[in-house]
């Protein structure tokens, strides 16, 4: 059974609340960081952390959209409030939140603060790649991170997140996606991971046939029920063979 908590921390003045899942017991456990899809930190994503906990893990999954207020838990069929939050947060703004939650994770006694790791879905996957580019974070998990290369549809000058922090990469990243995801073409993918390669970085994608965006969430229409049970175990053991 997992242990659950909310914590509150300060970023540029704002407070964040941090939502947490963690074994019953003592001792130091590795860490993950979840990072939500666009609609906030709501049930699924609260359920994602506690599966993690289930798993040994001290789970963390911030509030990203904290500026806007607290516990804001957009529904799905908000598609246009949810990309307008989105819409308010710089690369920095990501990054602060990012490294307020590893400073909560480093400070908590129940935590090993030299492995942690995050995970992130859709505009979480970016964050997760942006992650893997920050110090302290030894493994990162993209599914389906959208905006790390433009969608299809973007104008021909839209900014290239990979080009601008592919050198920054420093931890391993493991990346999981769908072939019928009309904002990640496969091509896409296949760049992502060429660039990095080149690079020397380490990824290691899985695409899953059949599979559209937001495949892992049990809530939505876009579940898919084959990609998410064969994402999880790898999700799993890759965060076991870099944390520990």
Known sequence: MAVTDIAEVSVDGSPMAIH???PDGEGK??????????????????SIAERFAGEGYFAAAPEMFHRSGKGLDIPFSEMQQAVSERGKLSEADIRADVQATIEYLRSNP?????RIGIVGFCFGGMVS???ATMDGVKAAAVYYGGGI?????????APRLLDATADSVQAPIIGFWGDQDGGIPVANVEEIEETL???????ENHVYEGAGHGFFCAERGSYNE???NDAWP???????SHLG
Do not use: C, H, M, W
């Open 20 to 22: 947490t899942a963690r």
């Open 29 to 46: 456990r590795a860490a993950v960081i979840v990072i939500q899809e666009i609609f906030g930190v709501n049930n699924d994503v609260r």
């Open 110 to 114: 129940d935590v090993d603060g030299d």
């Open 129 to 131: 790649y942006l992650g």
């Open 149 to 157: 290369l433009p969608r299809p549809d973007a104008p021909a000058d």
């Open 197 to 203: 390669k080149a690079k020397g970085k380490s990824i």
């Open 226 to 228: 084959a990609a998410s």
């Open 234 to 240: 790898k999700t799993l053991a890759f965060f076991g």
